[in-house]
């Protein structure tokens, strides 16, 4: 009976989900994940907050779901009060990166403690195989996750795919293989792509952040160059932002592509549709290759890190898999599979289009928060007291503070002084 109350008394709360990622002032995967939820929690009356860093994030995040990713957790909490006056809520919190996780955990410890809050969950979601330890961040930063990966408790991780678990089981030394995988989400969309029949040159897209585990889009120019050798008639356009930008077009230059293969830019995720459907062949990783392949438009995934290596078409990857080198499966080489498709029928280049859309929509739902926070478990007594101590400590480390100031001053007196 009391099961049965509480139940109840769950169903009766107000829904309130709360996703935490740093920067929100961009496209890109996980900031159109979090586009879509909000939407969907439109649909069934639920709240959304998003807690982000930057002031100006994405007009798609309304001023008025947004919270602060600097404030405290008390605030946090008192400003979802203020905007959500009801007696009982039920509080779901995701976490897109380490960074975000403390923040959700002394979120959760605060709610915790009000006596209108029926329930609390947090997830940590896992959506590349490095999110723990990036190569571009410091071994110190990487042992910090560590902690805050045990601290939050290492069964409210959730992964993204298999590779994702198999390398953050080996980075935390535990078997993680009872924790959940929920493969990133898309919304339904319809088929629009159309199988052009002309003789003009084959038209590829790529879009997707300029950054090196992205390194297909340095592949390119090279292949580009011996299509054009070849006399084959292909042209490529690169959609996205980031850090390696000048190093795409380099290569570009380098290679002597300029006429065949253009740098655009990024794109408005409310554009991708339209665009990306009038090309021929889509490459990248990632929602975006999802995206692709729903509407219809022919794509290989790609392969992280790895420049000249694909999974094959789409349909071709384990289920979840959206990059991520796997093993079990064969590595195709990245030029040999764009002349399967210039060397393609009509007919076959059809069949490609129909085996992306079903694989592609194996990945709509409408549950995806309730996937990643139904397996949450609330840390107790002393463990969470050291947890919320350590929190404090992290985001004090992750922050501006005195020491990093000190350590500043010290770098530039040391600096030796070119003379004049």
Request: charged share 25%; with cysteine; proline share 5%.
């Amino acid at each position: 009976m009391k099961a049965e109350r509480d139940l109840l008394s769950i169903e009766a709360a107000t829904q309130v989900i709360v996703f935490i990622y740093e920067s929100m002032d961009r496209s890109g995967g996980i900031q159109s994940i979090v586009f879509r939820q909000i939407e969907i929690a439109k649909k069934f009356n639920k709240h959304v907050f998003v807690i982000c860093k930057y002031s100006t994030p994405l007009k798609d995040v309304p001023s008025k779901v947004r919270l602060d990713f600097q404030k405290s957790s008390e605030d946090l909490l008192k400003e979802i009060e203020i905007r959500v006056p009801h007696q009982k809520l039920n509080l779901d919190i995701i976490a897109f990166s380490p960074e975000a996780a403390p923040i959700g955990f002394l979120l959760q410890t605060e709610a915790l403690k009000k006596r209108h809050v029926i329930r609390a969950s947090l997830s940590l979601t896992i959506l590349h195989p490095r999110d723990l330890m990036r190569e571009t961040e410091k071994r110190h930063v990487h042992l910090m996750n560590k902690f805050v990966a045990h601290a939050i408790g290492l069964q409210n991780l959730v992964f993204m795919n298999e590779q994702c678990r198999i390398t953050h089981s080996a980075f935390l030394s535990r078997d993680l293989s009872s924790n959940k995988i929920v493969p990133v989400p898309i919304d339904e969309r319809e088929p629009r792509w159309m199988n052009r029949t002309n003789d003009g040159p084959v038209r590829i897209i790529c879009v997707g952040r300029i950054v090196n585990f992205k390194a297909y889009n340095f592949a390119l120019p090279s292949i580009l160059a011996k299509f054009a050798e070849e006399g084959r008639s292909v042209s490529c356009d690169i959609f996205g932002y980031g850090s390696d930008e000048a190093k795409l077009t380099d290569l570009i230059k380098q290679y002597g592509v300029s006429d065949v293969l253009k740098f655009r830019g990024s794109i408005p995720l409310e554009k991708f549709d339209d665009l990306v459907s009038d090309y021929d062949l889509f490459i990248g990783m990632g929602t975006a290759a999802l995206q692709a392949a729903q509407l219809g438009v022919p794509t290989i995934l790609a392969i992280v890190d790895d420049e000249h290596g694909a999974h094959g078409f789409i349909d071709s990857a384990p289920f979840g898999n959206l990059g991520e080198n796997d093993p079990s499966t064969p590595r195709r080489d990245l030029k040999k599979l764009i002349e399967a498709y210039l060397n393609a029928s009509p007919q076959e280049r059809m069949k490609i289009s129909l085996d992306g859309i079903r694989y592609a929509n194996r990945y709509v739902t409408d549950d995806y928060v309730e996937q990643l926070t139904q397996s949450s478990v609330s840390r107790e007594g002393v463990a969470r007291r050291l947890a919320v101590i350590y929190c404090h400590f992290y985001l004090w480390m992750a922050r501006d503070n005195w020491l990093r100031k000190a350590v500043r001053l010290l770098k530039a007196q040391s600096t030796p002084r070119k003379p004049l």
